[in-house]
């Protein structure tokens, strides 16, 4: 099923989904635009008047049979503005045998990606596309092949990809680099806990998230006289090309350079010591850690833990990740320094806390105890706007966000209602998440002048639904954790937590259900919401999905009525 609510976003997503890099999407999609203006069912503008046709009428007497001179009319047709007969002739063909109309914008996409595999010359420019105008010229000269090709022609249609770049791969940019920097030991333990449970893991010395593909096959059955090993390089050879490979520091840098899971990508998605973060070895990173300490009985979440030449997360309820070839030879989670029915325990010798995040100052026992130990507060930064705590809803007034509490720049957001999700004694001391309809995009650390009181009260606890308000269920999929699913519905972890019985908070299961509290009943029909969608007053995208769900409509009899009034 293609994913958007445009057929520019549809194109997009799908191309994008093919592994193109965005100036080949951008590329190609402009040379679609010039064509057909990315209707499926365009029909060559001369051929209106000749056959006396419309694009709707001509598509539907192709699909039911009265018009049976489809392939030999010589009339340009859909995306590509398909006109030779052969052409003509697979693309029938291919849509018959898929049940779809002539006019399917999915068929044709498939088709035209089915096409493409035919010009390896042109596929190899477009998988290397170092720019829009590269991309887009060698699909005109090469693919579309009109009867101009002069400089006038590559100049417009690289425009046209120009603007599909402009508005889309920038977006993607911003939203990966805030989605995937980690800033703060509750995300560290959070993104360690999402890659032990929801991710095909394996041991591999040296390798800091790379998918286990033919070519780092190669590259890390040779890095390491430990790969070497033939028991080792074995268990590399037989892994699935979803199996991403760690060691127990690379774990750790793996995900502070950004890995993603992403397996189109050589490390997962992750960088290259970025991020403020050098590539070390186990013991050296300890030495680098701030409140060293051998007490388990006084630890945060999110702090690593170490003992001689191994190292590991604790994140929480006395649990931490590691990536070791002990017991399940991948990355997995363990009982620190004490004993959990259900899991392997290992006694770490010291903890610490990571110089390259912030921590909250709350601390824990691994054993459990009732009575958790805290240090002094600290003092929060004085301001004009007053002083907000985590849970309180306030309204943004700024235009950035930073990716951590101290960053000297950060990119543009908009402004409206979000929610404090976390303090520091920082230069940017709040960071914030947009309230699903406020208005705002922040999702970041922002300053303490930029914000006002908007409802600075502690967030009532949690009840079951009542009258007039119904609870949404939502099903836990790979990648999520309860602070990703709380952002998406306007709340927090910790009411998520309480009010589903969540024990700790930092681990939940795909498939798990998570009861959201307190949605609005509908009170629009799906026509009129609908139409709404169509004016873009719900967004685009995820954002759109996420909003109706939480809103209480159902998404996808929504997207239905859309599709349908379009």
């Known amino acids: 099923m293609l994913k958007g609510t445009t057929n520019e976003e549809r194109i997009w997503n799908f191309l994008t989904c093919k592994g193109l890099n965005s100036f080949a999407v951008a ?7 010039a064509e057909s203006g990315l209707q499926p069912n365009n029909l060559q503008n001369s051929y209106e008047k000749s056959l006396g046709m419309t694009d709707a009428e001509y598509t539907a007497a192709v699909d039911n049979g009265s018009y049976s001179n489809f392939i030999k009319d010589s009339a340009g047709y859909g995306l590509a503005q398909w006109t030779y007969w052969s052409r003509k002739q697979s693309l029938l063909n291919y849509v018959k045998k898929a049940g779809k109309s002539i006019g399917d914008l999915e068929a044709q996409l498939c088709f035209l990606w089915q096409e493409l595999q ?9 998988r290397n596309a170092k720019s829009v105008r590269e991309a887009s010229t060698a699909v005109l000269l090469q693919y579309e092949r009109p009867a101009n090709q002069g400089e006038s022609v590559q100049a417009a249609r690289a425009s046209y990809g120009q603007r599909y770049y402009d508005k889309y791969a920038k977006t993607e940019k911003e939203e990966t680099s805030m989605s995937t920097k980690i800033t703060t030991g509750a995300q560290l333990a959070e993104k360690a806990i999402n890659v032990a449970k929801n991710y095909k893991t394996l041991y591999v010395m040296g390798c800091f998230g790379a998918p286990m593909n033919a070519a780092n096959k190669v590259r890390y059955t040779k890095n390491h006289s430990y790969n070497k090993d033939a028991t080792r390089t074995k268990m590399i050879n037989a892994a699935s090309a979803d199996t991403f490979g760690f060691d127990c520091v690379c774990l750790i840098k793996g995900l502070l350079w950004g890995w993603c899971g992403d397996t189109s990508k050589t490390y997962g998605g992750a960088g290259y010591a970025i991020n403020g973060v050098p590539d070390i070895g186990a013991d ?9 300490s051998t007490d388990f009985s006084r630890i945060e979440v999110g702090e690593v833990v170490w003992m001689q030449g191994h190292i590991g997360i604790y994140v929480g309820g006395g649990l931490a990740v590691e990536c070791t070839p002990k017991w399940a030879n991948k990355v997995q989670i363990t009982a620190c320094n004490c004993s959990k029915s259900g899991y ?6 010291k903890h610490g806390k990571l110089p390259y995040i912030s921590y909250t100052g709350k601390y824990e026992s691994v054993n459990g105890d009732t009575t958790t130990v805290k240090p002094s507060e600290p003092s929060q930064p004085t301001n004009t706007t007053g002083n907000f705590k985590v849970g309180d809803i306030v309204e943004f ?10 960053a000297a720049i950060g990119p543009a957001c908009k402004p409206g209602k979000a929610k404090v999700t976390a303090t520091y004694k920082g230069k940017h001391p709040y960071h914030l998440v947009a309230v699903s309809g406020g208005g705002s995009t922040v999702y970041g650390w922002v300053d303490a002048a930029d914000i006002k009181t908007e409802t600075a009260s502690t967030p009532a606890q949690p009840k079951p639904s009542t009258s007039g308000t119904s609870e949404t269920v939502y099903t836990v999929v790979r990648g ?3 602070s990703s699913i709380a952002a998406k519905y306007g709340t927090t972890y910790q009411v998520l937590a309480q009010y589903n019985g969540i024990a700790n908070p930092n681990i939940i299961s795909v498939g798990q259900k998570i009861r959201i509290p307190g949605t609005t009943t509908p009170k629009k029909s799906i026509d009129e919401i609908a139409r709404e969608v169509i004016d873009g007053k719900w967004g685009n995208g995820a954002d759109r999905k996420n909003r109706l769900t939480a809103a209480g409509y159902d998404y996808a009899a929504v997207q239905s009525r859309v599709n349908k009034l379009l």
């Open 27 to 33: 590329g190609l999609m402009g040379n679609l635009y």
């Open 118 to 126: 035919g010009y390896s010359a042109l596929m190899k420019t477009l």
């Open 284 to 292: 050296t990173m300890i030495t680098k850690c701030k409140d060293i």
């Open 344 to 349: 392997n325990t290992r006694n770490w010798t």
């Open 397 to 406: 007034t700024g235009t950035k966000h930073y990716a951590n509490a101290n």
């Open 480 to 482: 999520d954790t309860l």
